[in-house]
């Protein structure tokens, strides 16, 4: 495969369950993204990992965890999610952490709806 | 901080008829400016990027965006608009963090 995959591509859980996103990049990169786009709401950066440790963290809620294993993969745990979480959680990459100089490659997003 | 407005929410436009997909921005400092375009279940590809070079950047599908700084614009042009462009875009602004507007969606009417 090629590009930026992600799975699953559609999830859905009730508030108690305990999930994963799955993020996978062929690219060679060395920066992994996570956003979340709700309806009717601007993207929103979640999470920045360069060379495999978190550089930013925009306020989000300790029930979304992270994980960066390595510089290929990126996972999004989710748990105690609430109704609101329900959203586009969209992964990407690029070649170093500097937006305006690198371009980021989107994966096609899963689509999460919590009960 | 910096902010970003797209001033219309759905354009529809005629097969072969001009795009004009608005965006405004505010920054305290000069910003790096994107376009991204998303098609239906698909993630966000870059269109084109602004980062203090020309003040008018060219893009891939014939896409183009004029930087003004006087009128803190940064509005995405195409001369004539295809089938295949019917998608959402986003305008980006970036100064310390990226900000995303709220999306135009673009409808192309054969």
């Known amino acids: 495969e090629t590009g930026v995959t992600q799975t699953p591509r559609h999830l859905v859980m009730g508030m108690t369950n305990k999930k994963s996103l799955k993020c996978e990049q062929h690219l060679g990169h060395n920066a992994m993204y996570w956003y979340k786009q709700s309806a009717k709401k601007p993207l929103e950066l979640m999470f920045v990992y360069s060379l495999e440790e978190r550089v930013e963290n925009n306020s989000v809620p300790s029930r979304f965890s992270p994980e960066c294993p390595n510089s290929s993969h990126l996972f999004l745990h989710l748990h105690t999610l609430q109704p609101e979480d329900s959203a586009l959680y969209l992964c990407?990459?690029?070649?170093?952490?500097?937006?305006?100089?690198?371009?980021?490659?989107f994966g096609p997003g899963t689509r999460l709806t919590v009960l | 901080a910096q902010s970003v407005t797209q001033l219309d929410s759905h354009v529809s436009v005629s097969e072969g008829t001009p795009v004009l997909l608005r965006c405004n921005y505010s920054?305290?400092?000069?910003?790096?400016l994107f376009w991204y375009v998303q098609h239906p279940n698909k993630g966000l590809q870059l269109l084109l990027k602004y980062t203090s070079a020309a003040t008018l950047v060219k893009g891939i599908n014939g896409f183009e965006a004029e930087f003004k700084k006087s009128e803190t614009s940064f509005h995405l042009t195409k001369p004539s608009a295809h089938m295949s462009d019917a998608a959402e875009y986003f305008c980006v602004v970036k100064v310390n963090d990226m900000r995303f507007g709220a999306g135009t969606r673009l409808t192309v009417k054969p």
């Open positions: 920054s305290s400092y000069s910003p790096s």
């Open positions: 990407a990459s690029s070649q170093g952490a500097r937006i305006e100089y690198n371009e980021q490659f």
